[in-house]
C-alpha cells in the first residue's frame, strides 16, 4: 500500500510531519512534538516510511477510542495516529504494524 508524507512549517516556527495512506487519510503524524529544523522531520519521516521502528503500543483513549504511539528503540515516541482514534484496539494495531513493516513508503513533499 503506497502512501505519501509531507513535511509543514507550524504557525510556531517548528517543523512537522504526516503520513497518508494511498486513498489520502492521514495514518500518523509527529505527534505534536515539532522539529526545529525541517531536515529533522523529513528524516524521522523517512525512516517512519521505510519501516525503521518496530516499537508500537496500543491505547485506549478517554473518549473509549483507541490510538497508538510508534516507538524508536530509545523510548522516545516518534509517532502517534494522529489524533483520529480508532473503534478497536484491533484496527489501531493493524495500522501501527503496517506502518513498522513499511507498507506506507512513497514520496515525502515539502509543503
Known amino acids: 500500500?503506497?502512501?505519501?508524507?509531507?513535511?509543514?512549517?507550524?504557525?510556531?516556527?517548528?517543523?512537522?510531519?504526516?503520513?497518508?495512506?494511498?486513498?489520502?487519510?492521514?495514518?500518523?503524524?509527529d505527534g505534536g512534538q515539532g522539529y526545529e529544523a525541517r531536515s529533522d522531520a523529513t528524516s524521522t519521516l523517512t525512516k517512519l516510511m521505510k519501516g525503521t521502528y518496530d516499537v508500537h503500543e496500543v491505547f485506549e483513549r478517554s473518549g473509549g477510542t483507541y490510538a497508538f504511539r510508534i516507538k524508536a528503540s530509545n523510548g522516545q515516541v516518534v509517532a502517534t495516529d494522529g489524533g483520529e482514534g480508532y473503534a478497536t484496539a484491533d484496527n489501531a494495531d493493524i495500522t501501527a504494524k503496517k506502518i513498522n513493516a513499511g507498507e506506507y513508503d512513497g514520496p515525502i513533499t515539502d509543503l
Not at 500500500?1 to 509543514?8: D, H, I, L, V
Open 1 to 29: 500500500m503506497a502512501g505519501k508524507g509531507e513535511t509543514y512549517a507550524r504557525s510556531d516556527g517548528k517543523f512537522a510531519f504526516r503520513l497518508k495512506a494511498g486513498n489520502g487519510e492521514t495514518v500518523a503524524t
